[in-house]
Nanobody
Framework: QVQLVESGGGLVQPGGSLSLSCSVS????????RGWYRQAPGKQREFLAS???????NYADSVKGRFTISRDNAKNTVNLQMNSLKSEDTAVYYC???????????????WGQGTQVTVSS
C-alpha cells in the first residue's frame, strides 16, 4: 500500500538550485530509513542523504554543505533542497523508505519512480 512519488526535477544551470519532494502515501508499521539516492548513466546508485525520526541527518561527502534533507510530517513528504548545483549532479534522483509492513514482518524497501535532474549551461 506504500507509494512514493518524486517531483521537482528539471533543467537548471550550474550554480543554480532545485528543490525535490518525495510524497509518501500509505503507512508502514515501522520506518527504519528515509533518504535520497541518485543514479547517473553508467554508474551505480549512490546514497546522498538520510534523516531519522529525531531529525538527525547524514550526508554523502559529495553533497555535504550543498544539499539539505528535511521531513514534513504534516504533508507526508521527504524533501531535498539542492544548491550550488554542478554538472556532475546530473542524474535521476530517487526517494527511498525502508521498514516493516506489519508486526514481525520482514524489512522492505520502497522506491519512487525517480525524477530527472539535469545541470547544464
Amino acid at each position: 500500500q506504500v507509494q512514493l512519488v518524486e517531483s521537482g526535477g528539471g533543467l537548471v544551470q550550474p550554480g543554480g538550485s532545485l528543490s525535490l519532494s518525495c510524497s509518501v502515501s500509505g503507512r508502514l508499521f515501522t520506518i527504519s530509513f528515509r533518504g535520497w539516492y541518485r543514479q547517473a548513466p553508467g554508474k551505480q546508485r549512490e546514497f546522498l542523504a538520510s534523516i531519522n525520526d529525531g531529525g538527525f541527518t547524514n550526508y554523502a561527502d559529495s553533497v555535504k554543505g550543498r544539499f539539505t534533507i528535511s521531513r514534513d510530517n504534516a504533508k507526508n513528504t521527504v524533501n531535498l533542497q539542492m544548491n550550488s548545483l554542478k554538472s556532475e549532479d546530473t542524474a535521476v534522483y530517487y526517494c527511498n523508505i525502508g521498514g516493516t509492513e506489519s508486526m514481525n514482518s520482514d524489512y522492505v524497501d520502497y522506491w519512487g519512480q525517480g525524477t530527472q535532474v539535469t545541470v547544464s549551461s
